[in-house]
């Protein structure tokens, strides 16, 4: 391997060689940069010159338009055009948040509650259900009968009752079960207080410890026959309780009136309320025990009546003598509802109040009673007057076309979450007792059809206690879909009593000797209107459309100019951009111009000899007043007499630019040529009004020094309306030019005569 010597550097092995550095690529770089700064000078310098068409579509629409159309006027330097772009938009911008916080400042909630201007009178307001409990809520020989079977079963495995029914232990466990959880003394104030009267006959003794499964399911066999029947005989009939019943001083047989009515604190009579057969969606024992009370006609009249309807519509007539709902036509104590109501002092248990008299309730035909809650004592041996004065709350129904998330109610023939599960008829009252008991179905296994029954002690622990816990946390909140009623009608009652002398209530024992049979001491109670009339309020739309617009367009016109005509405007002119395009593209594809151009028939003796002329595009430095000027000659044609189309192939002298009829402006077009129309119809008729003389052209290579020939044409249908003009303009279309054009409506006779100017740009 042979291996080359080299002397050392003069410089030394340790010393760096300094070469200079390539400048190729930095010059490379340099030029890069210089042609980019020179591409974008020259596109910034086009840009900075651009000028829109006139003739432009979106110029037309935009100059009808405020703001916009100072954007598109003609000369305007094109970062002022960016300047009112921009202003535009931050317009539009405030406008946008001025309309939102206006609407959600200025209009809030959808609905407005407002006093009525005229008050309602009480013959057009339902009047309210009326209630009343005995002191007893079961008969004392029905539970004495029942605790005697149980003690009986347990002994023998059953028993025979005096009606020759057959009873397991199970069976008369079951009974007993239901009795403790309206009677149990547990259920009454003295119960709270470990106070035990045994006058009042509640139980609390055989109380159902063990739950025996019975179930709220009517149609069993158990309950079928059993203990359904013996319900409605430990039950009190309404007709052996209230005698003199009257209505607008009218007699009417009190079991025509007072319905039976098993409610939680057992038997209740109840005069102008919805039937739980109606408004019930499944069958209770709550509802099976008032079946009997009602006939056919009853329960249809109510499923037909509209319980929230609005004051001044059409009432549904009665089936029989009394309305549903009934309504007092007269103001007065005498006008209303009188009836007398005895105590039963022989068979009288499951009392629950600590006093000697009754309970009274009212409510709105459409929800159920709750004696319980809000029941008022009423004493024996007196002369009482309840006086009730209506709560009226009215509703358009123009707001039902507002959604129920925005207006907050529900109108009774609302779907969706005003259907419930369990009643027929939506009332917030009905929602709020179907949200309490899926709470407690939630939490427990009761409270649903076909499920155990809860007994005493589990019910304290569980459905009550549920109960009490949601209406401690505030029953809105816990039931947030239950929303109020639309129109809904509430009651006051004010009640003042006197006391009856011994010598009327004698007086009164004669002439009810059936119901007063064994001395009893009764009241005598009048329900009715305090006045004659009621102020009402009435839930409406806070705004109308009227107020919407008035916002929204007063907000827009005042900060942008723009008016209701300006839209209109600029439609009308986007309409007539498209029916323009439409038509024009209808009659070429109608039509083969470029066929009608070639084989135009020309005679030898009407071609004119001339030299062609070159025409060199104008040097910008040689324009000095106009930047266009057309050079040409002057041709007429008549397709009457001759048929021949001319050639334009020699050019006279320059002549001046014309002026823009409208706008007093240069034209912007690249070619001009002139027409005379003259119409068939009038010979004489010089050129078309100022007005009318507007040529338009689009121009295929704009902003460059190279200007093609070209030709306008401005057409006339023979007859046609000089106004229309506009649509009847043609320019380069498909690849036929105006003169193509010009050539194919003379030869269809579409324009009669013309006058025009041929020639070139320079």
Known sequence: MDIEMHAIPRHGPDEEIFRPQDLAFFWWLVYKALQLYVNLRSKWTKLMSWQPSPDSGWVQVFEKL??????VKPGLHPLMRAFWFIVVWLCCIIVYLIIKEGIKRTMGHPLV???????????????????????????????????TNYKTAVALDSVTDEDGLLWSVKDTRRLLQIIDQV????TTYAGLNNVRNEENGNTGIFVNRDSYNLTDEPSSNAMTDKIIPFLKKATYDCSNAIAGCFLNEILVPCGLLFKKRFSEWGSTCMFNGIPG??????????????????????????????????????????????????????????????????????????????????????????????????GKSMPFGHEVFVSVKPIILLADGGIGDIEVDQRKCFFSDDKGGARLKFYEKYTQQNCFQECISDAVDAKSTIGEPGRALCDTWGSIGCAAGKEKEMYDHGIQASCKKCLPNCRQTKYTTSVTSSPLTQKHMEWYRNEYKQQLINNETFSIVYVYFEMDSVQASRRGARYSTFEEVGLVGGTISMITGLTLLDIIEAMVVIAGLIFAQHKIRTMIS??????????????????????????????PIEIVEHPIVTIGIVFRSDHFNNSRFPLCLSFESRIEIPIRKNLGQQRGWNFLTRFHIYPPTKQSADNLPPNLYEERFF????????????????????????????????????????????????????????????????
Request: aromatic content about 8%; overall charge negative; charged content about 20%.
């Open 277 to 374: 057969l109606v408004t019930r969606r499944f069958q209770t024992i709550q509802t099976v025990v008032s079946e009997g009370e009602y006939t056919n006609d009853e329960l249809e009249a109510w499923r037909k009546a509209k319980l929230d309807q609005d004051i001044g519509q059409e009432q549904l007539k009665p089936n029989g003598s009394i309305r549903t709902p009934w309504r007092q036509t007269s103001p007065g104590k005498m006008s209303g509802l009188s009836f007398i109501i005895k105590d039963e002092l022989l068979d009288k248990a499951c009392v629950h109040s600590e006093g000697t008299g009754f309970m009274l309730t009212v409510a709105h035909p459409s929800n159920e009673p709750k004696i319980k809650r809000f």
């Open 699 to 762: 121009s295929s290579r704009w902003m460059t020094p190279y200007y093609p020939t070209g030709y306008h044409v401005l057409l006339l249908e023979p007859g046609g309306n000089l106004k229309m003009w506009g649509n009847k303009m043609i320019t380069l279309v498909n690849e036929n030019s105006g003169l193509n054009m010009l050539a194919m409506f003379v030869n269809n006779s579409v324009i009669v005569n013309f006058q025009g100017t041929c020639g070139s740009l320079k």
């Open 183 to 186: 009677c149990s003394w547990k």
């Open 66 to 71: 405020p703001g916009f159309r100072q954007s």
């Open 590 to 619: 109608g039509t083969d111009c470029k066929h009608a151009l070639e084989n135009w028939p020309l005679d030898d003796q009407e071609i004119v000899e001339q030299a062609a002329i070159d025409v060199h595009p104008t040097d």
């Open 113 to 147: 509650v407002s006093t009525e201007t005229e008050e309602v009178g009480i013959m057009d307001v339902d009047f309210p259900q009326v209630t009343v409990s005995h002191p007893g809520g079961l008969k004392l020989t029905s539970i004495s009968r029942a605790i």
